[in-house]
């Protein structure tokens, strides 16, 4: 639980950071939240809830495996821990010259990073994730390769939607979506050896009881 709230954190502190410069582009995923708030009314913060939700039911179906209580969590506590960032006011800001471009892409390595960390530690995949990387299971295709596929056509549904484009939009994708799968493969099998070590220590443990 401790590294997926610290996965959920690097994440959001990502995220925080690619807002401060939204002037250059913002997620693919909220291309298509803004247009639909744009079409059909309601909050942004409503149908990032609304999508989750109906790819958890997707996922539910696909493999039930990456839906847990993290799941949910996620959920929830990404907007809450993207607010606490952007209220302290710490992070870089936008200077409107070269030194943002720095700045979302700094942001979209923390997204990546985190992204992979969280999903590794295995209390549950985002519902975007977990959406994600059910198709990469059923398919067999590489987790990057998905993410890039799932993100460019949600990307062209928000496009007609009207959501928002700019140039880092698709920028985003490319950059993210190979991170996320090297940082989750290999934090993976960091969660693995600590389960091996706990699960050894405690048939130590025991049999020095016994």
């Known amino acids: 639980m401790l590294f997926y709230i610290c996965g959920l954190l690097i994440f959001s502190m990502g995220e925080a950071t690619t807002i401060n410069v939204q002037h250059l582009g913002v997620h693919p995923w909220d291309v298509l939240h803004v247009g639909m708030y744009e079409k059909f009314g309601l909050t942004l913060g409503t149908w990032t809830v609304i999508v989750g939700l109906v790819l958890i ?44 471009i ?5 942001g979209i390595v ?3 990073f985190g992204g992979g960390m969280y999903n590794a530690a295995g209390v549950g995949s985002g519902p975007r994730d977990g959406f994600m990387l059910s198709i990469s299971d059923k398919t067999g295709m590489s987790i990057g390769k ?4 799932i993100e460019t056509l949600i990307l062209l549904i928000g496009l007609l939607l009207g959501g928002p484009i700019f140039i880092f939009t698709f920028i985003f994708t490319f950059i993210q979506s190979p991170l996320f799968q090297v940082s989750y493969l290999n934090l993976l099998k960091v969660v693995e050896r ?4 706990q699960m050894n220590h405690r048939i130590d443990h025991t049999k020095q009881s016994l």
């Open 110 to 112: 923390l997204m990546g």
């Open 146 to 149: 998905v993410r890039i596929i």
């Open 194 to 197: 600590v389960r091996d070590y």
């Open 57 to 100: 039911g997707v996922s539910l179906i696909l493999d039930r495996r990456y839906v847990q209580l993290g799941t949910f969590l996620n959920l929830f506590l990404v907007g809450m821990f993207v607010d606490f960032f952007l209220w302290l006011d710490l992070l870089p800001t936008a200077q409107h010259n070269g030194l943002d």
């Open 102 to 106: 720095l700045t979302i892409v700094f």
